[in-house]
């Protein structure tokens, strides 16, 4: 039985008392809403049906909208691939933030990037996560001095990711290539072989890192059986016959 949408076993009482009530709808609740973020980023804690709900305030209220908030509940989002929640955040925020065009045209203050533009460099990072290209999401995080303004909040953020990775990699295969690994994690040393080794449980022989058997990459036999009988062969091609020239 799947985990229920909504579920966060880390949620505070109070905010499930707001999730299952009408304040959800409150304006009044959005500080509320917006300190749980915060919390969520200092105890690496993650709540997709509370931060979406938020997202919802933000949009019946635009003016007590933070750009802060929304750009913390991205990055958070991302931290939790392979799961849409990136997109489901995206598709509750205005429109105009979600144009490319729009983050030349604002006008953020000195040093800061502009909530646009923020948008489109996490969309850069969720798109190579999505494709798989870890090693290209490493390398793009790395490319810009924005991205670590964007991260600071997330405490762990880059650990978070290297597990996240990892699951997917254990969820997929048997055996990969140290090298390989190495450069999805952006690990290499005595610090790669701790992540792989502790905090994995894997087995590193040689340049090789074995995987253990799980039940998402054991190879399972399929037998496919077709069940048609003759007489339905027979009347498609009767059909076809019957079909006008």
């Known amino acids: ?12 009482e109070h905010i499930d008392v707001i999730l299952n009530g009408l304040d959800r709808y409150n304006p009044e609740t959005t500080a509320v809403f917006q300190d749980y973020v915060m919390q969520q980023c200092e ?62 045209l604002s006008a953020p203050a000195a040093g800061d990037a502009s909530l646009p533009e923020a948008v489109q460099k996490l969309n850069v990072l969720n798109n190579l996560l999505g494709g798989a290209d870890y090693a290209g999401f490493w390398a ?13 909040d997330v405490s762990g953020f880059e650990e978070l990711m290297r597990v996240r990775i990892a699951v997917t990699v254990s969820q997929a295969m048997r055996a990969v290539k140290r090298s390989v690994l190495e450069a999805w994690l952006n690990l290499f040393g005595s610090g790669f072989e701790h992540f792989v080794g502790e905090v994995c449980g894997w087995v590193v022989e040689g340049d090789t890192v074995k995987v253990p058997l799980n039940k998402e990459n054991e190879a399972k036999g399929t037998v496919v059986r077709e069940n048609v009988k003759f007489d339905q062969f027979s009347r498609l091609i009767k059909r076809a016959y019957e079909q006008p020239a």
């Open 1 to 12: 039985m799947g985990v229920p949408f909504d579920y966060a076993p880390d949620r505070p």
């Open 140 to 152: 793009e995080l790395d490319s810009d001095d924005l991205y670590a303004d964007l991260v600071a």
């Open 43 to 104: 105890n690496q804690t993650y709540d997709c049906y509370a931060n979406l709900a938020l997202l919802k305030l933000y949009q019946f209220n635009p003016h007590l909208t933070r750009d802060e908030t929304i750009t913390n509940i991205l990055v958070k989002s991302l931290t939790v691939f392979p799961s849409p929640d990136f997109s489901l955040c995206l598709s509750l925020l205005p429109p105009h933030i979600l144009t490319p065009h729009a983050a030349s």
